[in-house]
């Protein structure tokens, strides 16, 4: 087993990566943080409001006594910003995504440790949906990202960490490549 596994340092490396990319892209996508809209007067009141794909948070008031609310987000914020459609779409490639990542870690995991998954059309299904859970992540940030920037939101922290968990996956999956040579 030592031997084998020896063998392998390019999919041990892609697989850490692999499943260091799926907590970040996991922890992005269900912290709340992906837009940031934030406003203040001169007076010392405060706005802001941030949303994620499944809870927001909005916070306002006075800078010293400010108020937040936060909560699972409901059919009517959605409407609420005129977004079904797209924030749906955002929704669902980004589970999609997620899915992918973890069958590609499941297949990985089988490759190295039974020895009837040692072959070759194991690792090909590795590679395929470690670059389609790459595909689909990069979609649904794409499109949550043109959205939320034309009605005036920035990019948060939870957006960062799902674009990181997708570039850990992007090198898991050239390591699986390079693998089959």
Do not use: P
């Amino acid at each position: 087993m030592c031997t084998s596994l020896s063998k392998n340092k390019l999919l041990i490396a892609g697989c850490t990566c692999l499943a260091i990319g799926f907590i970040s892209a996991l922890s992005g996508i269900m912290t709340s943080v992906w837009a940031v809209k934030e406003y203040s007067d001169n007076q010392g009141f405060f706005k802001s409001v941030t949303f994620g794909l499944w809870h927001f948070r909005r916070c306002g008031g006075f800078r010293i006594n400010g108020e937040c609310n936060k909560g699972e987000l409901q059919q009517t914020d959605i409407q609420y910003f005129g977004a079904e459609g797209w924030f749906r779409l955002t929704q669902a490639v980004e589970c999609l995504g997620l899915i992918c990542m973890v069958i590609a870690l499941l297949i990985l995991l089988l490759y190295f440790f039974v020895s009837s998954c040692k072959q070759r059309k194991a690792l090909y299904a590795i590679i395929l949906f470690t670059f389609l859970s790459v595909l689909f992540i990069v979609i649904g940030i794409a499109v949550f990202g043109g959205k939320m920037e034309q009605m005036g939101y920035s990019v948060g922290w939870s957006m960062g960490l799902a674009i990181a968990g997708v570039v850990l996956a992007f090198l898991a999956g050239i390591m699986e490549v390079l693998e089959l040579r």
